[in-house]
């Protein structure tokens, strides 16, 4: 079966801190796709990354990287010095190939970073 | 690029009417669309993927009959809500993807709707 979990329901952190998010996913499929997003207070899911199953390469961008690690089933998400704007509900997700596109997500993490 | 709309953005309707949301992909466009709703502090529940010039495929245990989908064209998707109740009321969002199964979703801003 295919499962995505994100065992921190609520992260709070104070401004500048760095913070990760963590996302461990089940499946059997060789070939597949992970990917966070992020919903900010408005509700819009804004779209952050997405990473193939035969792509290890971690990822930085700006204040954001991802660490995946296929070992470990994880595709760990990294705030450094967090912002007050960076509080939303992220989301893990996973799609498996010739499936539709189908996105399964996981439960999300609401970060609240405070000043 | 890669812009989805959702109009309207929210709705107060009364029990028994009918809602129609539409979900438009701006600069690309979308073989398939997506439909999900989302309760508060919940995770997104996917109800049905429609692609263009076919019919939509539900989830199950969402009622075909109650949430119809129509995706006309390769830039829009309707999603009418019939007979409205207040247990339907709730966000729903649409997401839109390329033309490969593969393609990232982007996600639309999301329509509330209440019912009375």
């Known amino acids: 079966a295919q499962k995505v979990t994100q065992a921190q329901t609520e992260i709070s952190v104070v401004e500048k801190e760095d913070v990760t998010l963590d996302c461990v996913y089940e499946?059997?499929?060789?070939?597949?796709?992970l990917f966070w997003y992020k919903q900010p207070p408005s509700g819009e899911l804004v779209f952050l990354i997405r990473?193939?199953?035969?792509?290890?390469q971690n990822e930085i961008s700006g204040r954001y990287s991802w660490n995946f690690q296929k070992s470990t089933s994880s595709f760990n998400f990294t705030i450094t010095a967090s912002q007050v704007v960076d509080s939303a509900v992220y989301f893990c997700?996973?799609?498996?190939?010739?499936?539709?596109?189908?996105?399964?997500f996981g439960q999300g993490t609401e970060l609240s970073v405070k000043p | 690029g890669a812009v989805v709309s959702q109009h309207p953005s929210w709705v107060i309707c009364k029990s028994g009417t009918s809602v129609k949301i539409e979900c438009r992909s701006l600069?690309?466009?979308?073989?398939?669309m997506f439909w999900y709703r989302q309760f508060p502090k919940q995770s997104l529940m996917l109800m049905a993927t429609?692609?263009?010039?076919?019919?939509?495929?539900?989830e199950q245990g969402v009622e075909k009959d109650k949430f119809l989908i129509n995706h006309a064209s390769l830039t829009l998707s309707t999603l009418t809500v019939t007979s409205a109740h207040p247990e339907d009321s709730s966000f729903y969002i649409c997401?839109?993807?390329?033309?490969?199964?593969?393609?990232?979703?982007?996600f639309g801003p999301g329509t509330r709707l209440t019912v009375l």
């Open positions: 429609s692609n263009e010039g076919s019919k939509a495929t539900y």
């Open positions: 997700a996973l799609s498996r190939a010739n499936q539709g596109g189908k996105l399964i």
């Open positions: 499946t059997r499929d060789t070939t597949y796709y």
């Open positions: 600069d690309f466009q979308a073989t398939t």
């Open positions: 990473r193939n199953s035969f792509d290890e």
């Open positions: 997401s839109a993807s390329g033309t490969r199964s593969t393609d990232t979703q982007y």
